[in-house]
C-alpha cells in the first residue's frame, strides 16, 4: 500500500539556520503531496502542497518540490525561527485518506 | 468558516465503558474523515463519509468501533467496550469532494483509558 518515510527527529536548530527535513514515498499512480505542521497544542494544519510531479508548493517561506524521479517531497526553509518549532508531517492522498510520516519534531533555539 | 470543531477535547475512561466523540464539519464541506494519532506516530486514517454514506473503512477500525453520519452534517465516533490499546487522540477532518481539496482537521479528542 501507499507509505511516506520521513526523516526522524528531533532536529534542533539555531535560529536563522537552513532547514531541510526529508521525506520520500511509495504510491501507486500519482498522488498529491502534502506538509502539515502542528504547533504546540494545536490541530492539524496545512503548510503546503502539490498535486503534480514537478510542481513546488510554498507557504510561510517553507517550500517543497514534488520530484517523481526520487520519490521525494522534502521541506525546505532558509531562515528558521523559534516560531517555527512544532511537528512536521509529509503525506500523501493517492485516493482520499490521507497516508501520513511518522512525523518530526522541529526546535528552534534563539 | 467556523473551522472544524470536535467535543469533547479530552475523555478519560475506564476500560470496558463505551464512549462516543462528537465532530462538527466545516458547514459547505460533504466530506468527512476520522484518523486516530498515538504518541509519536502520525494520523493513521479509520473512515470517511461523503454525505451520510460511509465509503470507507480502513482495517483499523475493528467491530467495536462505529462511525455514524446520519443527516450529512456532524458525525460521531463510537468505541464500545474500551482497551486500553485504545487511547490515542481522535482526529477529525473534512473536505470538499476531489482529490485537489484539502483537508481541515479539528482540534481532536484525546482519549485516555484507564
Known amino acids: 500500500g501507499d507509505s511516506v518515510t520521513q526523516m526522524e527527529g528531533p532536529v534542533t536548530l539555531s535560529e536563522e539556520a537552513f532547514l531541510t527535513i526529508n521525506c520520500t514515498y511509495t504510491?501507486?499512480?500519482?498522488?498529491?503531496l502534502f506538509w502539515y505542521v502542528q504547533y504546540p497544542g494545536e490541530g492539524l494544519q496545512l503548510l503546503l502542497k502539490a498535486t503534480k510531479a514537478d510542481d513546488k508548493g510554498s507557504n510561510k517561506g517553507f517550500e517543497a518540490t514534488y520530484r517523481k524521479e526520487t520519490t521525494s517531497f522534502h521541506l525546505e526553509k532558509g531562515s528558521v525561527q523559534v516560531s517555527d518549532s512544532a511537528v512536521y508531517f509529509c503525506a500523501l492522498s493517492g485516493n482520499t485518506p490521507l497516508v501520513f510520516g511518522k512525523g518530526t519534531r522541529l526546535s528552534v533555539i534563539a | 468558516d467556523t473551522g472544524v470543531s470536535q467535543d469533547p477535547r479530552h475523555k478519560i475512561t475506564k476500560r470496558g465503558q463505551n464512549v462516543t466523540f462528537r465532530c462538527d464539519p466545516i458547514?459547505?464541506?460533504?466530506?468527512l474523515y476520522w484518523y486516530r494519532q498515538t504518541l509519536g506516530q502520525g494520523p493513521e486514517f479509520l473512515t470517511y463519509?461523503?454525505?451520510?454514506?460511509?465509503?470507507?473503512k480502513s482495517r483499523l477500525l475493528s467491530d467495536r468501533f462505529s462511525a455514524e453520519r446520519p443527516k450529512g452534517s456532524f458525525s460521531t465516533l463510537e468505541i464500545q467496550r474500551t482497551e486500553q490499546g485504545d487511547s490515542a487522540m481522535y482526529l477529525c477532518a473534512s473536505s470538499r469532494s476531489g482529490p485537489l481539496y484539502e483537508q481541515y482537521f479539528g482540534p481532536g479528542t484525546r482519549l485516555t483509558v484507564t
Open positions: 458547514s459547505e464541506h460533504n466530506r
Open positions: 504510491a501507486t499512480g500519482y498522488p498529491s
Open positions: 463519509f461523503q454525505n451520510e454514506a460511509q465509503l470507507e
